[in-house]
Nanobody, 119 residues
Framework: QVQLVESGGGLVQAGGSLRLSCVATGRIFSINTMGWYRQAPGKQRELVASITSLGSANYADSLKGRFTISRDNVKNTVYLQMSSLKPEDTAVYYC?????????????WGQGAQVTVSS
């Protein structure tokens, strides 16, 4: 069974940095696009960044320059480096991946990692 397991969330002061990690486990053949979404209280889930298997990255316009997505294809892991954090970055951050496994192709989500930025 494929699972996405996130780590690295927490509480940080405004201006600080955090790095989120997400590892895909299970009987995986290949992973296509991996990405990060976030959902703040009372708001819809939104794309933060995504990255293809070849390393091509895409960012939400408002986050360019502060957030960096990367991945390690050997470790089946995607990272999100967040810098110059602002209180409005407070949200639950979800990992997402499109994976082909022994059970076929599917889109998977992590359990979510809380990021809280204090002012």
């Amino acid at each position: 069974q494929v699972q996405l397991v996130e780590s690295g969330g927490g509480l940080v002061q405004a201006g600080g940095s955090l790095r989120l990690s997400c590892v895909a486990t299970g009987r995986i053949f290949s992973i296509n696009t991996m990405g990060w979404y976030r959902q703040a209280p009372g708001k819809q889930r939104e794309l933060v960044a995504s990255i293809t298997s070849l390393g091509s990255a895409n960012y939400a316009d408002s986050l360019k320059g502060r957030f960096t997505i990367s991945r390690d294809n050997v470790k089946n892991t995607v990272y999100l480096q967040m810098s110059s954090l602002k209180p409005e970055d407070t949200a639950v951050y979800y990992c997402n991946a499109r994976i082909t496994s022994t059970t076929g192709w599917g889109t998977y989500w992590g359990q979510g990692a809380q990021v809280t930025v204090s002012s």
